[in-house]
């Protein structure tokens, strides 16, 4: 098993592009989520999706978009991008079933807009 | 609302001592704890969870962690550090009320282990 994939590893954006991170997993999970990690300040959830065709903004959902493609992939878009979106985004997975509320993450994009 | 409160911004401890890093956290239904791990430029890794039942638990890499829940605490420990500990340390918490729920993440403790 792979367990989470994100592509692309690193991106760097000029301010007003747009880009879409990919995420997959492959561990049949049903919960999906994306996290931006900065300096100082932890986690933040951006989006999560508890189950397909489910999606709802979390903490820091300004500036992005998801689509729950299907139960394997969780995507992120970024329409307009600005240099405060300069960041680590991590997808994570959960079973999201009881007692299995525990995440699996990916290995994260690093992002920087310019 | 929930919340998780990481008091320490970094802990240093020297190898083979006990090592003890601290999480608070608040919730209104029951808490369901976790300790995560994550080292220079990866992801975070699970290292162990509290759903219900004995408040000592035992995860990966020789940690256990330790529910209270008249101090709201999930303090996270281990007999003898080894300098490979040296990481950083996520506390989570999610509400156990709902199936549908996200956990929110304390802002996370370095831990420095030395020779």
């Known amino acids: 098993n792979a367990g989470v994939t994100q592509t692309p590893k690193f991106q760097v954006l000029k301010t007003g592009q747009s880009m879409t991170l990919q995420c997959a997993q492959d561990?049949?999970?049903?919960?999906m989520y994306w996290y931006r990690q900065d300096p100082g300040m932890g986690l933040r959830l951006i989006y999560y999706s508890a189950s397909e065709g489910t999606t709802d903004k979390g903490e820091v959902p300004n500036g992005y978009n998801v689509s729950r493609l299907n139960k394997r992939e969780f995507s992120l878009r970024l329409e307009s991008a600005a240099p405060s979106q300069t960041s680590v985004y991590f997808c994570a997975s959960s079973e999201g079933s009881t007692r299995t509320y525990e995440q699996y993450f990916g290995p994260g994009t690093r992002l920087t807009v310019t | 609302a929930q919340s998780v409160a990481q008091p320490e911004d970094q802990v240093n401890v020297a190898e083979g001592n006990p090592l003890t890093v601290k999480c608070t956290y608040s919730v209104s239904g029951n808490p369901y704890l976790f300790w995560y791990v994550q080292y220079p430029n990866r992801g975070l890794q699970f290292l162990l969870k509290?759903?219900?039942?004995?408040?000592l638990v035992k995860g990966s890499y020789g940690f256990e962690a330790e529910f209270n829940k008249s101090q709201t605490s999930f303090h996270l420990k281990k007999p003898s550090a080894l300098v490979s500990d040296s990481a950083l340390y996520f506390c989570a918490v999610r509400d156990g009320r709902t199936n549908a729920g996200k956990s929110t993440f304390g802002d996370g403790t370095t831990l420095t282990v030395k020779p």
């Open positions: 509290y759903i219900t039942g004995d408040n």
């Open positions: 561990m049949n999970h049903n919960s």
